[in-house]
């Protein structure tokens, strides 16, 4: 994205915050941006890895919704959380990934259509947390 998500982040004050982004167009601009402290890395996020990335206590991540990537991203993001890791996340409120995600999570709260009209998107979302 264009960083609103690293914004949101900033009063948590990580230690370490590594973003990925995958569209070239938004990684230019991510990267023309000042960010003391965080590593950009311009890829597909289902093809690092955590030897690439490394692991951490944290992941947050809205991850495209688009042949239910956000299902591929999530469990593919599983792998960078150390044990006792807590990832948070957004997918899109359906049947499949409430069957696929929704036994994963501690946490999952749906919102409605429209509260990321701003953004671009008018689909229902589910915020959700899963515990390692």
Same mark, same amino acid.
Do not use: Y
């Given at each position: 994205? &264009?960083?609103?998500?690293?914004?949101?982040? $900033?009063?948590?004050?990580?230690?370490?915050?590594?973003?990925? @982004?995958?569209?070239?167009?938004?990684?230019?601009? &991510? +990267? $023309?941006? /000042?960010?003391?402290?965080?590593?950009? %890395?311009?890829?597909?996020?289902?093809?690092?890895?955590?030897? @690439?990335?490394?692991?951490?206590?944290?992941?947050?991540?809205?991850?495209? +919704?688009?042949?239910?990537?956000?299902?591929?991203?999530?469990?593919?993001? &599983?792998?960078?959380?150390?044990?006792?890791?807590?990832?948070?996340?957004?997918?899109? /409120?359906?049947?499949? %990934?409430?069957?696929? &995600? %929704?036994?994963?999570?501690?946490?999952?709260?749906?919102?409605?259509?429209?509260?990321? %009209?701003?953004?671009?998107?008018?689909?229902?979302?589910?915020?959700?947390?899963?515990? $390692?």
């Amino acid at each position: 994205g &264009l960083g609103r998500l690293l914004d949101a982040l $900033k009063p948590a004050a990580p230690a370490e915050v590594v973003a990925v @982004e995958t569209a070239p167009q938004l990684a230019a601009q &991510l +990267f $023309k941006q /000042d960010r003391p402290g965080v590593t950009l %890395r311009q890829r597909d996020f289902l093809t690092c890895t955590p030897e @690439e990335l490394g692991t951490f206590d944290a992941v947050a991540m809205n991850p495209p +919704f688009h042949m239910r990537a956000d299902i591929a991203h999530t469990l593919h993001a &599983l792998a960078f959380l150390r044990p006792g890791g807590r990832l948070a996340g957004l997918c899109m /409120d359906t049947h499949h %990934r409430t069957a696929t &995600l %929704r036994p994963l999570c501690s946490h999952w709260q749906p919102i409605p259509a429209g509260a990321f %009209r701003a953004e671009g998107t008018n689909v229902p979302t589910v915020l959700f947390l899963i515990q $390692k």
